[in-house]
């Protein structure tokens, strides 16, 4: 039951921003394929964005060019900053490594590590 920690969540105004981490201390997940998924009441969980072993990064349709995803090997830690936020972005958000990176897709974490989700409403 190894899980990744995510922090920074809560509530931000329209147009606001926020930082989110995702800590893996035990392990070096944060090496290989990465990303964060969200997930608002009732809805599918949706991929927001992930970050390939060579840095490359894929960002939904939906966030893109205000969100921007990243990492720090070194402090095994994920980011996501998160800009202009708007309404829609309000839901549950999960980080996940040790994916697949080959396909940005819901299911693309499916066999890898998740953390147990933070919560960011926008209003």
């Known amino acids: 039951h190894v899980q990744l920690v995510e922090s920074g969540g809560g509530s931000v105004q329209a147009g606001g921003s926020a930082r989110l981490s995702c800590a893996d201390s035990?392990?070096?997940?944060?090496?290989?394929?990465t990303a964060w998924f969200r997930q608002a009441p009732g809805k599918e969980r949706e991929g927001v964005a992930l970050i390939d072993s060579d840095g490359s990064t894929t960002y939904a349709d939906s966030v893109k060019g205000r969100f921007t995803i990243s990492k720090d090997n070194v402090k095994n830690t994920l980011y996501l900053q998160m800009n202009s936020l708007k309404p829609e972005d309000t839901a549950m958000y999960y980080c996940?490594?040790?994916?697949?990176?080959?396909?940005?897709?819901?299911?693309?974490?499916?066999?890898?590590?998740w953390g147990q989700g933070t919560q960011v409403t926008v209003s």
């Open positions: 996940a490594a040790d994916c697949r990176c080959s396909r940005f897709i819901a299911t693309m974490c499916d066999d890898g590590h």
């Open positions: 035990g392990h070096s997940y944060i090496q290989d394929c």
